[in-house]
Structures are given as C-alpha cells and as structure tokens.
Nanobody, 119 residues
C-alpha cells in the first residue's frame, strides 16, 4: 500500500525553480520525521531537507538558501520548493517519513520523482 506519493519533478534549466509535493496518506501526527532525500546516478541516497522529530528543519549544506521545505497538516502534504537549481541537483527525489512506536522505527518511502537540471 503506497503511503507517500510524490509529484512535481521535471526538466528545468540551471537557475530555474521546481516545486515537489508529497501526499502523505497516513496521519502526519503519527510521524516522527518527514522530508526529502535524493539519489543521483552512481551515488548514494542523501538527505536533502527534513522536519526533525522536534519540528525543526534540517537541510543539506549544498541546498541551504535555495531549497525550502514546508508542510501542511490540513492537506497532508510536505513540499520542497527548489530555486536556483544547478546541474548537480539532478537526481531522483524521494519523499520519506518515519514512525517511532515502542522503540521500533518504521520507514516509508515514495516512489521517487525525477528532477533534471540541464541547459
């Protein structure tokens, strides 16, 4: 059963913007962290931006000042607004969330959405 559904990827020129959205099909109040990861060809999956369990935001250094993560509990969505995109931002972007219950962590992943930054 798919719990996280991403949308909004695509092709954009350097300097452009894209907005990724993640529909969360489980109660957001039950989640610990929620955010975005990405994986470029030949590289490991890496954190892009996330809401921590305490509700703070955490960003990868390379996207600070360019990307903004937000969430809407009423709409059950987590959004990543990406600006000043660079070719190095090209990757498959994954929505991620996790639950903590009785000391057990359960991870949820979306199917991924491709972001390609090219001239």
């Amino acid at each position: 059963q798919v719990q996280l559904v991403e949308s909004g990827g695509g092709l954009v020129q350097p300097g452009g913007s894209l907005r990724l959205s993640c529909e969360i099909r489980i109660s957001m109040h039950s989640l610990n962290t929620m955010g975005w990861y990405r994986q470029a060809p030949g590289k490991e999956r890496e954190l892009v931006a996330t809401f921590t369990g305490g509700g703070n935001t955490d960003y990868q250094d390379s996207v600070k000042g360019r990307f903004t993560i937000s969430r809407d509990f009423a709409k059950n969505t987590v959004t990543l607004q990406m600006s000043s995109l660079k070719p190095d931002d090209t990757a498959v972007y994954y929505c991620h969330a996790d639950q903590l219950y009785m000391g057990v962590q359960t991870d949820f992943w979306g199917q991924g959405t491709q972001v390609t930054v090219v001239s």
